[in-house]
C-alpha cells in the first residue's frame, strides 16, 4: 500500500488529487497555493481580505511575495474552506481562532498551523507550514563556524546548566534548540520540552504542549518536569522570573537546561535576566552559554555579481580590516527567474557564541555593563553577530546589503 493512502487512513487528505462539483475552483485555487508553498520553500501563507480583492502572499528566505489576487467575491468561500479544513467555526468570525491543516503533498505528510483574525473587511488567515522535511536538525548544518560549533555543543555536553539561545522572532531559535535536542537524544537520557506550540514530533523526546487557557505555562511544566526524573529539559521560552527561576533551580540541581529569549545580542541577554530579577550569583552558577543568531538570505548562484557598491571605504566601514578591504569581492544578487527576481535563495543563520568563563562571570558579578561584557568576550575570541556576517559575505554566501539589514556595528 502506498504511503499516500497509509496517510489518508491517518486523518490526511491528498491535495493532489482534481476537486469536483461546485465548489471545485474554489478548493483547487487553495490546494494550488499550499502546493504553492510547499514547492517554494515558503514558511507562512498570509491570505489578506480587502474591500474589492484577496491578496494572496508567501513569506520565502523571509520576505512576502504576493502569488494572486482573487476578486473580492470569493472572499467567502475562500474563507471558509480553509476554515472548514483547519476545522474552524465557520459561522463565528467576530473572534480569532487557531486550528490546523493535516495534508499530503507530493506524498509527504505537511502541516499548516492556521491562524484567523476579524479585519475591517474579513477575516485575515495565516498559515505556517510545519514541514519536517526541511527541519535541519544536523548541527554542522546550521550556520556555525568550526569554533562557534564546538563551543554549542561543549555546552549541551555538559551535565548540568543552562543554555540559551536568543534572537527575534524568525531567527531560527527553534531549529537550533531542535538540533541540540537530537545531538542529546540517546537511550540513556530522559528528555522532556515544554512547547507552545509543538511544531515536529520527535522520536525519543516527551514533548508537552503548553495550555496557558488551564495555567499549565512554562513555569507549571517545568515545575511538574522536576518531578519526572529528567536529564534534559527544554523549555520553550523564558518569559518571566518564575520560569527563569525554575530553570536556574533546574540546572543548579544537576539538569541540562534549554531554552530561548526574545534578545537582540548574547550579552543582552544576560542584562534581561537580571533585569527580571535572576540573582547575579544564580547566573552565574547556572549559565553554560548563550547563543544569538540571525538568519541571512543567501546570494542566488545563478544570478550572483560583483557588487559595484561594496568599495574598501565602504567595506572599511562595516568592519573589514583596512589590510584586507581590497581582497575582500563582495557579491550581490542580479536578479533572474529562479530567484523570483530577487537576487536570493535560502537563508543561512549566523552566531554570536558567548562562554560563560572565569572573566564573564566576574563581569556579571561586578555589574559591569552590556557594550563592555562585549568587550571582554570579543577579546575572549568570541565572534560578534556583524563579524559573522562578515565572514559569510567574504566567502560570497551574502551580499553587503544582507550585512547591514541583519546586523548592527556594535
Do not use: W
Request: some cysteine; overall charge neutral; proline content about 4%.
Amino acid at each position: 500500500m502506498n504511503s499516500s493512502k497509509d496517510l489518508s487512513k491517518k486523518g490526511r487528505t491528498d491535495i493532489s488529487e482534481a476537486a469536483k462539483g461546485d465548489d471545485a475552483p474554489i478548493i483547487t485555487l487553495v490546494n494550488e497555493v499550499l502546493v504553492q508553498c510547499k514547492r517554494t520553500g515558503a514558511s507562512d501563507i498570509h491570505i489578506e481580505p480587502y474591500e474589492n480583492f484577496i491578496r494572496i502572499r508567501l513569506r520565502i528566505d523571509g520576505s512576502l511575495r504576493e502569488i494572486k489576487r482573487p476578486s473580492g467575491d470569493m472572499k467567502g468561500a475562500l474563507i471558509s474552506r480553509i476554515k472548514i479544513m483547519a476545522k474552524l467555526n465557520i459561522a463565528e468570525s467576530r473572534i480569532p481562532q487557531d486550528g490546523a491543516i493535516n495534508i499530503t503533498i507530493d506524498n509527504q505528510p505537511i502541516d499548516f498551523r492556521v491562524s484567523s483574525c476579524p479585519t475591517v473587511f474579513g477575516e485575515k488567515i495565516v498559515m505556517r507550514i510545519l514541514d519536517k522535511s526541511n527541519l535541519q536538525v544536523d548541527m554542522t548544518q546550521l550556520g556555525f563556524d568550526i569554533k562557534q560549533l564546538t563551543e554549542f555543543k561543549n555546552a549541551i555536553a555538559k551535565p548540568n546548566g543552562i543554555v540559551l539561545v536568543t534572537g527575534p522572532t524568525g531567527s531560527g531559535k527553534t531549529t537550533t534548540l531542535y538540533s541540540a535536542i537530537q545531538e542529546l537524544n540517546k537511550e540513556d537520557l530522559n528528555i522532556t520540552t515544554s512547547e507552545d506550540p509543538v511544531e515536529y514530533s520527535l522520536s525519543g523526546v516527551n514533548q508537552v504542549q503548553m495550555k496557558p487557557d488551564i495555567g499549565f505555562n512554562f513555569a507549571a511544566a517545568l515545575r511538574s518536569f522536576l518531578r519526572q526524573d529528567p536529564d534534559v529539559i527544554m523549555v520553550g521560552e523564558i518569559r518571566d522570573l518564575e520560569t527563569a527561576e525554575i530553570a536556574i533551580k533546574a540546572s543548579l540541581t544537576g539538569h541540562m537546561v534549554l531554552s530561548t529569549l526574545h534578545t537582540n545580542s548574547a550579552t543582552d541577554t544576560i542584562s534581561r535576566l537580571l533585569n527580571m530579577g535572576a540573582a547575579p550569583f544564580n547566573l552565574v552558577s547556572s549559565l553554560n552559554c548563550i547563543t544569538a543568531q540571525r538568519l541571512m538570505k543567501k546570494i542566488c548562484e545563478r544570478c550572483k555579481e560583483e557588487d559595484p557598491d561594496a568599495t574598501p571605504e565602504t567595506l572599511i566601514s562595516l568592519g573589514i580590516p583596512e589590510k584586507f578591504s581590497t581582497k575582500v569581492k563582495a557579491m550581490r544578487g542580479r536578479g533572474c527567474d529562479h530567484c523570483g527576481n530577487s537576487g536570493n535563495k535560502g537563508r543561512v543563520a549566523i552566531h554570536e557564541v558567548l562562554v560563560i568563563n572565569d572573566d564573564i562571570r566576574e563581569a556579571i558579578l561586578k555589574g559591569i555593563p552590556t557594550d563592555q561584557m562585549k568587550k571582554i568576550a570579543m577579546k575572549n575570541g568570541m565572534n560578534s553577530l556583524r563579524q559573522s556576517a562578515l565572514n559569510n559575505m567574504a566567502k560570497g554566501i551574502t551580499s553587503m546589503a544582507e550585512v547591514v539589514r541583519t546586523t548592527d556595528d556594535k
